[in-house]
């Protein structure tokens, strides 16, 4: 297998976390030297989860309201040029007892994923450049599940409800970026959206499912379209999946689907192994 980097992709409840993991065991399996980064991985490497990012004169603001953090903060800190970039949530899961409600509120205005688009995707696409030079030269093959098509789309249409042909532009530069790696991308697919969803909430905590509604509805393109509740975020799933199939389609790397409607584990597991050539 040449691939440096395979993507797993799909929508909320598919199975995506379930098939990165078969992934990472298949090539496990076959001493294939592999690193799986799922959603929510703080230490991801092409992509920022819990990361805030201030210029020089913001950073010195926080750094004057952030009371006995303040060490904390400048020893945790990564400059990149004229870029502060503070991981907060593995600093906060440390030192959780010592944010208050306000500093928290003050830092989070600054994530990443929270910045204007133009700027979210001027530092994302500036993290998958200095990853793929980085990886280039080691044995690794890197799993990465979601990062890849759910992320960008998931800003620019779901959050900032951006055209779809700006929403699909984003992605096809990250494709162009990552295009040395020879990438594989496997799409999880089901087959009634409705019932994999509200598996998904039934199976997960109240606090996903209303974080994630609230999300879906309460800006950009749901809020837009008055979409409201559960029935709302559907819809916008329904709109999410559909400009999905266009982007796999445009992609020119290698890709493969996986339908799993019938969530098995083991016949899921020999179709990977067919469609990794293994």
């Known amino acids: ?31 294939i030297p592999a690193e799986l980064f799922l959603e929510g991985n703080l230490d991801h490497p092409a992509d920022y989860d819990g990361v805030s990012c201030f210029d020089e004169k913001e950073f010195d603001g926080l750094l004057a309201n952030c009371g006995d953090l303040k060490e904390v903060f400048i020893n945790g800190v990564k400059k990149k040029g004229n870029n502060y970039f503070l991981p907060y949530r593995k600093i906060q899961n440390e030192y959780g007892s010592m944010f208050s409600d306000e500093l928290l509120n003050i830092i989070f205005t600054f994530d990443i994923y929270e910045l204007p688009l133009e700027r979210n995707m001027e530092l994302i696409t500036q993290k998958w450049a200095e990853f793929t030079e980085k990886v280039m030269s080691d044995n690794n093959t890197y799993i990465f599940e979601c990062c890849f098509i759910q992320n960008p789309i998931t800003v620019a249409m779901v959050k900032y409800g951006e055209q779809k042909e700006k929403v699909m532009d984003y992605v096809m530069k990250l494709a162009k970026i990552i ?8 799409y999880v697919e089901q087959d009634d959206l409705d019932f994999s969803f509200k598996k998904a909430i039934e199976e997960r905590p109240q606090e996903w499912s209303s974080g994630f509604i609230d999300y879906y509805t309460n800006q950009g393109y749901g809020k837009e379209r008055g979409y409201k509740g559960l029935d709302g975020t559907l819809k916008v799933l329904e709109a999410r999946r559909a400009i999905e199939k266009e982007v796999f389609d445009l992609l020119k790397m290698k890709k493969q689907k996986i339908n799993n409607s019938q969530y098995e584990m083991e016949r899921n597991k020999e179709l990977l192994m067919e469609k990794l050539n293994l």
């Open 1 to 31: 297998m040449n691939t440096k980097l395979i993507l797993v992709e799909g929508l909320p409840g598919f199975g995506k976390s379930t098939t990165a993991k078969l992934i990472h065991e298949i090539l496990t399996e076959r001493n």
């Open 179 to 186: 295009d040395r790696l020879d990438p594989l991308l496997i």
